[in-house]
């Protein structure tokens, strides 16, 4: 595994698995003031920056799908190869504070609008890990962090070290994703928000590939990994290979002018 620091952004809210295409609907929830412009790739671009009536980022389409519908790289198929490679600056303001979910919301509908984007769900299956309660039960501290409800807050990992802040589980199992390089699904049912501080030893792809032979294999707590360390709060994970819902590039256009 490599050494790096991954911090995995607060703006997240539930993948909405409703069937038909994935499109943002209610037209009263849009930006007031939108602002789109072409940007170099190699640039050093804008953060992103979410406020409670804004939205400020740098990328490629593919990451404002991404963001908007709260979902990982590998969750976004399809589409031209400039969706990947065609960086924007997207400058949007609300007309009034809005919360997390709803800059969500108006930025669907924006990516609707301004880049013709029509998407479609289709579940697939792949190889991943189930992240479960472990038999003691959770250990898990109470987040001292304040977080909106609908926050998912911060875990960031890398140089052998889970840290996370006022985070939920379906946000821890996100991280994990980066540091095992495979999908990881919450099914621990624990709700609220935790603090989280665990190290682990990094470059345990002997002992993955060991209990990837095996699809329903628990993965052992070993003393030092990063299974050990979730073992330590009364998590463990299982491989497995799960269904995963992915958004496919129906149409898209590269997007009008400002």
Known sequence: MRCRRIVIPTLTAALCLATGPAQQTDAQSAFEVVSVKPSDPARPGLPLRIGPDSLTTHGALKHLIM??????????????????????????????ISTPRQIKSMLQALL??????????????????????????????????????????????GGGEIWARGATMKNLARGLRHELERPVLDQTNIEGHYDLKLRFEEGNRELVEQVESDSQ????????SIFGALHEVGLRLDSRKIPIEVLVVQNVERPSEN
Do not use: C, H
């Open 67 to 96: 963001l908007a519908y709260d979902v990982e790289d590998y969750q976004v198929t399809g589409g031209p190869p400039w969706t990947q490679s065609d960086f924007y600056d997207v400058r949007a303001k609300a007309a009034s």
């Open 112 to 157: 609707a609008d301004r880049f013709r984007l029509r998407l479609n769900r289709e579940t697939r299956t792949m190889a991943g890990y189930v992240m479960r309660v472990d038999r003691g039960g959770p250990k898990l501290p109470p987040s001292k962090t304040g977080m909106p409800p609908d926050s998912a807050g911060v875990v960031q990992m």
């Open 217 to 224: 294999a628990a993965i052992p707590g070993t003393a030092g």
